[in-house]
């Protein structure tokens, strides 16, 4: 009685609108998983003698334009119907990957293309989740706004977990062509879904006082200047970015490993993933039912301390059962990670300023990982991937030390 009694009260049963939101993020979020697994193998296996520099080309654009773009996007969604943008970055997204399974149907497939249709599909992501993320306190309460904000963070881990389950049969059945037509039809799905969202999605104003709408130059420039203006918000950005730079190369690190060290197929890549997209998903659920948290920076000291230990152990062991183990571990503690700072960021964050929060925060946590990806792809190319693994690691280590030096947010939430 208990659990029904916790499960009525959470936000994915009270909400319809939300659970359309998420069902059309996961589905889209599954093609994506399928799309970047089987593209990575596509890619180191057919591209031997530089298939890791590849790889890292490959996986920096699906994140440069999100730092290039961000910005730019993030005023729109304060300005323009959410509902609306989702549909919009959908729909366009759709277009490419149908583009990029014909190219690859007619065995047409340069690089420099596949790679630009790859870059300007990313650049519809700032939209979308900007406009997704903003639209959570619309969709759901106040009261059920951090549960909703952990549940929703969940979608990626779950759709990680469909995709690295089916990765290696639609592989096989469809072929590379085919994985991009999936992926364009699952788009499809999604833009229904968020079509049919009945609650109104209009941008939020700062005041029913105000004269008059913002500029889009001033919007731009005031998402800048809120964050500037928050030093509990900078330092937790700017920490949560840098991050990045060491944990965000495990994308191109796992299937390299699997591929040089291990000499396994693709359903090694695919078990990997899995386990670490299962230990997010735990972690993120768990989550969503927690209505308070308190000592909430300490315990993301320890999170993040042990998170890069984990991460350290993918370039330490060698048998399948550590690995499964170390990357169960990081998903599960990289999700207690996100989910911690996007509660924060949300209780810290003004409803009227969380497009262009959300879209900047996307871009300024994006902006390393595209040097980092080039930066390790390279030097796996030179280096033994094992010894970078570990350098990485220790990167994160030192760097989980700073948490207990800034400004705080909030101790309980």
């Known amino acids: 009685m208990a659990n029904w009694s916790k499960l009525s009260e959470h936000p994915f049963y009270l909400y319809k609108d939300f659970r359309k939101l998420y069902v059309g993020r996961f589905v889209s979020g599954l093609g994506d998983k399928v799309f ?231 359903s090694w890549v695919a078990a990997l993933e899995l386990a670490m997209s299962i230990g997010a998903l735990l972690a993120f659920v768990s989550f969503s039912f927690v209505k308070r948290y308190k000592r909430i920076y300490g315990l993301y000291v320890t999170v993040l301390a042990v998170l890069c230990l984990a991460f350290m152990g993918l370039g330490a062991f060698r048998g399948m059962a550590p690995l499964l183990l170390c990357v169960f571990l990081f998903g599960a503690l990289l999700a207690v990670v996100n989910g911690m700072s996007m509660i924060l960021f949300q209780h810290g964050v003004p409803d009227e300023m969380k497009g262009r929060f959300f879209a900047i925060l996307k871009t300024v946590c994006f902006a390393v990982i595209p040097f980092s990806l080039l930066l390790n792809g390279y030097l796996a190319s030179v280096w033994p991937i094992t010894d970078i693994i570990l350098l990485n690691g220790a990167g994160g280590l030192v760097l989980s030390l700073l948490v207990l030096f800034i400004p705080r947010i909030a101790d309980e939430i």
């Open 36 to 266: 970047l697994i089987s593209l990575s193998w596509w890619l180191i296996s057919s591209n031997a003698a530089g298939g890791q520099l590849q790889l890292g080309v490959m996986m920096a654009l699906t994140f440069l334009p999100v730092v290039l773009f961000g910005p730019l996007l993030g005023p729109l969604v304060d300005r323009f119907d959410r509902r609306r943008c989702m549909i919009v970055a959908d729909a366009i997204r759709c277009l490419l990957f149908l583009l990029l399974g014909f190219l690859f149907y007619i065995g047409y497939t340069p690089l420099p293309l596949v790679f630009g249709c790859c870059f300007l599909a990313a650049a519809l992501i700032p939209l979308f989740e900007a406009a997704s993320n903003s639209s959570l306190l619309q969709l759901t309460s106040e009261r059920h706004l951090a549960s909703a904000a952990a549940f929703d963070s969940s979608v990626i881990e779950i759709s990680n977990i469909a995709g690295a389950l089916c990765v290696s049969v639609l592989v096989t059945v469809l072929g590379q062509s085919g994985i991009f037509f999936f992926n364009a039809l699952t788009f499809v799905v999604s833009l229904l879904f968020v079509a049919m969202i009945r609650t109104p999605l209009p941008p939020q104003s700062a005041s029913i006082d105000e004269p008059a709408p913002e500029s889009y130059r001033d919007q731009f420039k005031s998402g800048f200047s809120f964050i500037w203006g928050n030093k509990a918000i900078f330092s937790l950005l700017g920490l949560f970015s840098a991050l990045n730079l060491f944990i965000s190369p495990i994308v191109i690190f796992i299937p390299i490993v699997v591929k040089e060290v291990l000499n396994q197929s693709i």
